[in-house]
Structure formats: structure tokens, C-alpha cells
């Protein structure tokens, strides 16, 4: 077999012919190539052809005697579809992947797969790129030597550069929704990119691929992101998943955010995820739904740290340790008794600059500043400015502890939605820390 480099867009649309002997006859032409997407530089396994007759047909890749600038030789006829032997993760590079989005991590931006190259590699052909740049749309258009003499020349804008390695690009899973495709990266990589960042690749995404992207992440870093996008796309990302998922996904969420983005869709379909997610995160978010969002228990958060008062400044650090991660703020550490109600609070620096040996209670300030679960978010707003407070405990008449409402939490209520976005959050993501 004789086999060339070549890119996608040359050989899709190219003639087809049946090899007999020394004779070839015009069958039909390229209709797409079918790869076995599994590998990370995947084999092409077979050819769509259509033939003369406008029929579809297949043509498996040991068919393939040649290509060449001009045709596809086959040393046997292709076969109808309904005798064809298909690839399980077959990937069909014009349906499937042309013009489609890939998300470039290491850029952080969204860009379009323009072509795919193929090149040879023992007995097999396989893709080993894709171009996202000005040269593989050229040569999409039929500008094919325009787009070589491109390519040969620098230029300060990347066009050289426009080839991702196939190795470092995947396809999405089929029953997703969309056709979006993401670059194949370690978590790791992915943790290091700020929920922002991430937030504006997905609002750069078509709808359908939004949820597809959202998806193929694991529940903490979908959760950071999804909370940083607005309600509109959140919700129709909440709509393309399926409801196990987006519990997955919600229960991740703190729980304030959480029970936001719950209040803004149907009872039926609210009350669906919430029995889909752990009994204590919608406990916790069941909660926060009770409770108008325009009080102080709808804006709080249930997740803070607090201490039992019989500790010392030492196993406060172990406690500390075991619950900070599952805490939206780390700052302020409240000290309650077994009611739940408020005996004092501690800040990190209080604790940090203690001797180990002291007790825990000897050292929080008693006199707490607190607010009621049903003051509006106006009264708590002017609560946290007059203090300077980054955050303030909630209680009921019985003065039991419920949450805390944070700097940010008021933010969100005062301030436009695209504009609270920009702020910084003082709590952490479940996912990485945000200290830059």
C-alpha cells in the first residue's frame, strides 16, 4: 500500500476508484475517514464512500491500495453499510470533528479544528494533528497552495504554530451533548486554571458543548466553574445534563450557590436533584431554600468552622485541619456549645499567634456580632460595612448558629450580575486553592 502525508480536507472529496488489474474506474468519491479514536494517534480504519448512484457505502482501510493528489485506489469494492464491520469508537473526521470546538488549555480560549493531518506510520495511517490556524481553513477552501506558501512564512500571529498534536486532543463522549471535543490533559492541569478562566472558555462554547464540557470534568472543578457563570447559561447547562450528573455537580457547589442556582428552576425538577444528592448537602441546601433570598438566611452559607469550647490552641489546628477543606471561609472559627449557640469567635490569627497550650475559649472574643436568619440583605450589608466584618454569623430567636453571610455573599445581592463576577472570592474553591 502506498500511503503519503496528507491533511483531511484533501482527501475528503477526492475520487474514488476500483482497481481491476491495471484498469481503474471512477466509483464515487471520499464522503468522510473513519478513525479509531481510542489511541492517541489514531488509525484510520475505513473510508465513506458515495458512489456514482448517490449511495453511501464502505470501504475498510486493507481496501486501500493507494492515494494520491487525485484519487483513492481500492483493490476491493466498497460494501454496503448494512454488512460493514464499524469500529465501537469509531470517529468520523468530517461529521464529527471538522469545524467543531476544542478548548486549548494551555491558552485558555476556545479555537475551531479548521483540518486534521494524517500521516503515515508503519503499515497504518493516523492523525497525528490538528490545525486550528489560518492555513488548515485555507486549505479547507480550496486555497491549498496559498495556504503552503502561508504556513513556510513567520509571522508573530502563530501561524506556523496552528498544529495541536493529536495526542494532546480528545473527543467527548458520544452521548453527551454536542459534538465538542477538549484538549486531553491531566487533572492536574486542568486544577491549575482559575474557575474563571474556565468559566469564560465555557461561555465561548456553543450551548450543547457548554454541558458536554461542563460534564467531562470531574464534580469539583465543574462545580467551581459552573459558579462562575451567569444564571442563564447555568441553567441551560443544568438542562443539557442529566439529572444524576448535575446532582453530582450541585452537591459540589457551597451550599449557597447551590440552593441559587436550585431556586431558579421547576419544583419538580428541583426536588429531582435534591433526592439525587447526599442527604447532608441537601439537607443543607433544603434549608437555605426556605429562606427568602433576599434575608440573611438566604444569602448565608452553612459551611463554616467552628470549635468546641474545651479545646486547646492545639487540637483547635487539628480540628481545623480535618474541616477547613469542606469550610467556604477560613478566617473566622466560631466557638459553640452543644446547642449550637455562639460562645465567641476566633480569627486564624488569634490562633496562630497563641500559645498551643491555651484553651480555645480563653482566647475568642465573647461579645459576637451576629444577625437574625430573617434581616434583609440591606441591614446585613450595612452590617458588614460598619464592622469591616468579612463575614457574619447567622442565628435564629433561639440563638442557634445556622451560617455565616460573607463579604461576597452581599456583593452578589448589590451589585449587577457581570460586574459581582469580577470580584474576588474570599472563601476557596473545592477543587485548588485561589491564592494565585
Do not use: C
Not at 119 to 126: F, V
Not at 133 to 156: N, Y
Not at 196 to 212: C, F, K, P, V, W
Not at 270 to 286: F, G, K, S, T
Amino acid at each position: 500500500m502506498e500511503l503519503r502525508d496528507a491533511f483531511a480536507s484533501e482527501v475528503i472529496g477526492q475520487t474514488v476508484q476500483l482497481r481491476t488489474g491495471t484498469q481503474r474506474f471512477r466509483i464515487g468519491k471520499v464522503e468522510d475517514i473513519a478513525v479509531s479514536g481510542g489511541e492517541s494517534f489514531p488509525p484510520v480504519v475505513g473510508l465513506y464512500v458515495k458512489g456514482i448512484d448517490g449511495v453511501t457505502r464502505y470501504a475498510p482501510f486493507a481496501s486501500i491500495a493507494s492515494f494520491d493528489d487525485k484519487a483513492v485506489a481500492l483493490s476491493k469494492a466498497p460494501v454496503d453499510m448494512n454488512q460493514a464491520t464499524l469500529a465501537g469508537d469509531q470517529l468520523l473526521l468530517s461529521k464529527q470533528l471538522l469545524d467543531k470546538q476544542i478548548v486549548d488549555v494551555d491558552g485558555r480560549k476556545v479555537v475551531r479544528v479548521n483540518d486534521v493531518k494524517l500521516a503515515p506510520a508503519g503499515e497504518h495511517l493516523r492523525v497525528i494533528a490538528a490545525d486550528v490556524g489560518l492555513p488548515g481553513l485555507l486549505r479547507r477552501l480550496g486555497l491549498r497552495s496559498f495556504s503552503q506558501q502561508l504556513a513556510k512564512k513567520p509571522s508573530p500571529s502563530g501561524v506556523r504554530s496552528s498544529l495541536i498534536s493529536w495526542d494532546a486532543v480528545q473527543p467527548l463522549h458520544h452521548d453527551m451533548p454536542g459534538d465538542a471535543i477538549r484538549l486531553r490533559v491531566s487533572q492536574d492541569r486542568i486544577d491549575r486554571i482559575h474557575p474563571a478562566d474556565l468559566a469564560a472558555i465555557i461561555e465561548d462554547l456553543a450551548a450543547g458543548d457548554q454541558a458536554s464540557l461542563i460534564g467531562s470534568l470531574d464534580e469539583a472543578t465543574a462545580a467551581d466553574a459552573l459558579e462562575q457563570l451567569d444564571v442563564d447559561t447555568q441553567l441551560s447547562i443544568l438542562e443539557d445534563l442529566q439529572p444524576d450528573r448535575a446532582a453530582d455537580i450541585i452537591e459540589n457547589m457551597t451550599p449557597d450557590d447551590a440552593a441559587d442556582l436550585l431556586g431558579e428552576i421547576d419544583r419538580d425538577k428541583q426536588q429531582e436533584i435534591l433526592a439525587l444528592m447526599q442527604p447532608d448537602e441537601a439537607r443543607d441546601v433544603r434549608e437555605l431554600l426556605s429562606h427568602s433570598e433576599t434575608t440573611a438566611g438566604g444569602l448565608m452559607t452553612t459551611e463554616y468552622l467552628w470549635l468546641p469550647p474545651n479545646l486547646t490552641v492545639a487540637q483547635a489546628f487539628e480540628h481545623i485541619r480535618s474541616a477547613a477543606k469542606d469550610a467556604e471561609l477560613v478566617y473566622y472559627i466560631y466557638v459553640l456549645d452543644p446547642q449550637e449557640n455562639i460562645l465567641g469567635v476566633v480569627s486564624l490569627r488569634d490562633l496562630v499567634t497563641a500559645q498551643p497550650e491555651a484553651s480555645v475559649v480563653d482566647i475568642a472574643v465573647d461579645d459576637v456580632v451576629t444577625v437574625d436568619l430573617h434581616a434583609s440583605s440591606e441591614d446585613v450589608a450595612s452590617l458588614i460595612a460598619r464592622y469591616d466584618f468579612v463575614a457574619v454569623p447567622v442565628v435564629d430567636e433561639q440563638g442557634r448558629m445556622h451560617g455565616i453571610v460573607t463579604v461576597d455573599d452581599v456583593i452578589d445581592v448589590l451589585l449587577p450580575e457581570k460586574l459581582r463576577k469580577s470580584f474576588p472570592r474570599v472563601g476557596k474553591s473545592r477543587s485548588r486553592s485561589n491564592l494565585g
